[in-house]
């Protein structure tokens, strides 16, 4: 977990804005599950609480939310602190420090493109759910790497960076097939495909100038220098202004039962 590729102590302003394009719609992603208010709810990766709050409108009576990052979760304690039935911990989803069989249901949201060991991930929140229980995946395909521009060269400066990147930013086609092999059944997913333009994509070119910007420290690593880095999003951002040029992304609404022992 310590190349998460965005910690920024604004990046709930960022995961607040992203919510707002509608490919974001978090009332359509929740609404594909079955949910049971009696059970106990972890969301895995919860940043500022954007999933908890929905769960908490739909009247879940006890959840968890676990994130990496420790601003994430002190902004979700601030804003759920005359909440009752929700709790927090910051900690690594490799290593949760939670009990075996403790959740009905766990829920995760645009995290795994953050991981850079997403089986270890999946093996451990298949420990810590209860036989039976359903593990609920929200998760995209690529919301940065998936575009194609005029400009060749740059084309293939995209292409470097992505490899060097230690993330699958592909995770979401794989994801399936990693619960299958790691102790989960009744895999069931869906895919949506979505296109860039209009007033999508100008929202998408401002969500992008943020998270370049919180990840800087992160991103810059993979970059030969600081202003190696910083050019590349300059050329980026150029690039997303043309409407010709074509960004998409797959996501990705899986759900799948823990085996019953």
């Known amino acids: 977990m310590n190349n998460y590729l965005i910690d920024h102590k604004n990046e709930s302003e960022r995961l607040n804005f992203q919510n707002k394009i509608d490919i974001c719609n978090l009332d359509e992603e929740l609404g594909h599950f079955t949910w049971n208010r009696n059970d106990y709810i972890l969301d895995?990766?919860?940043g500022n609480g954007n999933v908890i709050e929905k769960l908490v409108e739909m009247k879940m009576g006890k959840i968890?939310?676990?994130?990496?990052?420790?601003?994430?979760?002190?902004?979700?304690q601030k804003r759920f602190e005359n909440a009752s039935g929700v709790s927090f911990s910051q900690g690594s989803l490799e290593d949760t420090k939670v009990a075996d069989s403790t959740y009905d249901t766990i829920v995760c949201r645009y995290i795994y493109e953050h991981l850079s060991n997403p089986k270890a991930v999946i093996k451990e929140l298949n420990r810590v759910l209860k036989p039976g229980g359903m593990i609920n995946i929200i998760n995209f395909d690529d919301m940065v790497f998936n575009f194609y521009t005029k400009n060749e060269h740059f084309n293939r400066e995209l292409k470097k960076i992505q490899e060097r990147i230690p993330q699958d930013i592909q995770i979401g086609r794989k994801l399936p097939q990693y619960l299958k092999q790691n102790n989960f059944d009744k895999v069931q997913w869906q895919a949506q495909t979505y296109f860039f333009q209009?007033?999508?994509?100008?929202?998408?070119?401002?969500?992008?100038?943020?998270?370049?910007?919180q990840g800087r420290e992160n991103l810059a690593r993979y970059f030969d220098s600081i202003s190696d880095y910083d050019r590349f999003v300059e050329n980026y951002l150029n690039e997303l202004h043309d409407d010709c040029n074509v960004?998409?992304?797959n996501k990705y609404l899986i759900k799948a039962r823990k085996c019953a022992e």
Do not use: W, Y
């Not at 929202?203 to 943020?210: F, H």
């Open 44 to 46: 895995a990766g919860c």
């Open 64 to 76: 968890h939310g676990i994130d990496f990052s420790l601003d994430r979760i002190k902004d979700a």
């Open 198 to 213: 209009g007033e999508r994509l100008a929202m998408e070119v401002k969500n992008s100038q943020m998270r370049f910007e």
């Open 247 to 249: 960004l998409s992304s």
